[in-house]
């Protein structure tokens, strides 16, 4: 699942969702269909959890930012 999101994430970029192939995907990971429509179903789904994966990767960068700020600064500082 790992594998296909990430390989997804690089043919959405280069592509867009209308432009991407799932098969195109599917080949390069070296899964069959049945195995990518069970994780996701639709090409729509396969681009829904490319965008959460990469909002994690963001929030989790943020939150690690936050942990690391000082509890005595100011709002203006």
Request: charge should be negative; avoid cysteine.
């Given at each position: 699942r790992e594998r296909l999101v990430e390989v997804a994430a690089r043919h959405f970029a280069d592509f867009g969702?209308?432009?991407a192939s799932q098969r195109a995907i599917q080949r390069e990971?070296?899964?069959?269909?049945?195995?990518?429509?069970?994780?996701?179903?639709?090409?729509?789904?396969?681009?829904q959890a490319v965008l959460e994966a990469a909002l994690s990767r963001i929030q989790a960068s943020r939150l690690?930012?936050?942990n690391q700020l000082d509890e005595n600064l100011s709002h203006h500082e």
């Open positions: 969702l209308q432009g990971v070296g899964v069959n269909a049945s195995t990518a429509n069970y994780y996701f179903g639709s090409k729509e789904a396969m681009y690690e930012a936050l």
